[in-house]
């Protein structure tokens, strides 16, 4: 029964690592792009470490996978921000069908500061009541 | 009583944002593998309530691995987060949604 979880995550996971592939392929500019790079690639491998722990389900084993795991989610999401936030300062185009670019004026000419929008009354009742 | 709370808040968060990144991952698939782009793509800014580094890492991460959204860069007063999304029907509607779905959650699990 095991055996047979263990290769559906093992499929699942390379399914998913191989759409990925396929984003990275045909999405049309970069920051789309890196939407597949990070979300499909990481769940994919994610389960396909998971799958090698079923099969061999030693104590060692399942502490490498889960530190792994922990690891893959914890950078793939910085890894994204850098490489995005490096390809906007470079002024990678957005995608012609992009409908917004909320973005744009707010860096300054060196790209050293990044200015922010105001506050809208409402969404910030929370922050001033902890002491 | 507290450390009851925290412990369901950090249940709850966790199933959260694994049904999240499956569900990213599903809508993120689905245009990979379709012919049309369904995407309509766009940056917006959130406006943030969370202060500490602990809290923006987290809503950060949580806005990256989940549906079709990334965060980009955030503002040097950190007031603002600016975030890559890629079904952006509604950027009113994407802001609100961050704002109470995911930047509520971290906030109730970091602030109880």
Known sequence: MIEWIAAGLALLGAVLVLIAGLGILRFPDLYTRMHAATKASSLGMSLLLLAVAL???????WMKVLCGILFLFLTA????????RAAYVHKVP??????????????SDDHTVLRGVARQSGTDNLSNTQG | MKRLMFVLYSLEFVLFYV??????????????????HHARPGIVAIPLRVQSDL?????????????????????TDRSTLYVHAMFLDD???????????MEGRVLRLLRG
Request: glycine letters at 6%.
């Open chain 2, 19 to 36: 049904w999240e990144v499956m569900h990213s991952n599903l809508r993120v698939a689905y245009d990979a593998i379709t012919p049309d």
């Open chain 1, 55 to 61: 099969r061999n389900p030693e104590a060692m084993v």
């Open chain 2, 55 to 75: 809290e923006i890492l987290l809503l950060a991460n949580l806005i990256s691995m989940t549906p079709g959204t990334l965060s980009l860069d955030i503002s």
């Open chain 1, 94 to 107: 957005l995608w012609e069908g992009s409908v917004a670019d909320e973005i744009a004026g707010n860096y």
């Open chain 2, 91 to 101: 950027p009113e509607e994407m802001r609100r949604e961050i704002i109470e779905k």
């Open chain 1, 77 to 84: 999401p910085i890894a994204a921000h850098l490489l995005g």
